[in-house]
């Protein structure tokens, strides 16, 4: 029962997701993106502007279908914001401001197309609908969290997926950084704030709060076996690996190894263990 799982996750991927938000799936499924990329399309009710949230890889057809599904539903793109400057969610950005002649907005300015960036704080006004930015960063350096307050709801790209636990690759992920992101998106939803996760990939996740009480969870568990881990003997992240990752597909060890520098940099800067 989806009941039992983190975040109450939805029973598919893509199509309507709350009244303001809408999920084209792009065609790159892998281990690594879960179903693909999740590119939002955002309008408040009523609106003939849009606002498309990671058009996601450099992939004509995807492009051109986000494109034919806001004029479906009466709209035209006024905006394209990022969460992160990963290129499953961020490629197609360039071909996607030809497409549509908006401006691309990211936090990074390496991202940008146009004379305006984002920064945690800031309002963003299109049509009537509103997004306030979240600063969230640990998945990434330049990760953001997007909330849209009139559905109590939030697109949080990378930094929380609808499916499993997300990456936190050293040296530009910073696991210091992403706990603190999830504390943030915590208060948020133990007040009220937010209700729904609209992530970057896999399903949408209507507990919000029971969602990252899961990823700080799984986090203090992993960072204890970690910590476990070198206090036996392992001095690399390749040992530990093979040891907290055992039971996980060896495919995607080499992203955990990366997840495990970060962990191990994390206890190091905390003095829990050694340089």
Do not use: K
């Not at 197609?92 to 907005?105: H, I, K, M, Q």
């Not at 109590?152 to 997300?166: E, K, M, Q």
């Not at 996760?197 to 969870?217: Q, S, T």
Request: hydrophobic fraction near 40%.
């Amino acid at each position: 029962m989806s009941g039992l799982l983190p975040g109450d996750p939805a029973a598919g991927v893509g199509g309507e997701a709350t009244p303001r938000a809408y999920n084209v799936l792009a065609p790159n499924p892998s281990p690594m993106t879960l179903d693909g990329t999740n590119t939002w399309l955002l309008a408040e009710p009523g609106s003939d502007l849009a606002v498309v949230v990671d058009p996601g890889p450099l992939d004509e057809g995807h492009l051109r279908r986000v494109i034919a599904t806001a004029e479906r539903r009466g709209q035209r793109i006024g905006l394209t914001l990022l969460t992160h400057g990963h290129h499953d969610h961020a490629e197609g950005a360039a071909r996607f401001a030809e497409l549509t002649g908006t401006e691309v907005r990211a936090l990074d300015p390496a991202h940008r197309l146009g004379s305006e960036g984002l920064r945690g704080g800031q309002v963003i006004e299109v049509g009537g609908l509103e997004i306030r930015v979240v600063a969230t960063p640990g998945h990434t350096a330049d990760s953001l969290t997007f909330q849209l307050p009139g559905d109590g709801a939030v697109l949080t790209g990378d930094t929380v997926l609808g499916r499993g636990t997300t990456m936190v690759a050293h040296p530009d992920g910073r696991l210091g950084d992403y706990l603190d992101s999830l504390r943030r998106l915590h208060t948020m939803a133990a007040a009220g704030e937010i209700r729904t996760i609209l992530p970057g990939h896999g399903p949408v996740l209507v507990d919000a709060l029971g969602a990252v009480d899961y990823y700080l969870a799984h986090r203090a568990n992993r960072l204890a076996q970690v910590e476990t881990a070198v206090e036996a003997g392992c001095r690399t992240a390749e040992e530990v690996v093979a040891r907290v990752y055992a039971d996980v597909d060896r495919a995607l060890w080499p992203a955990a190894e990366l997840s495990v520098r970060a962990q191990m940099q994390y206890l190091a800067d905390h003095g829990l263990i050694p340089e």
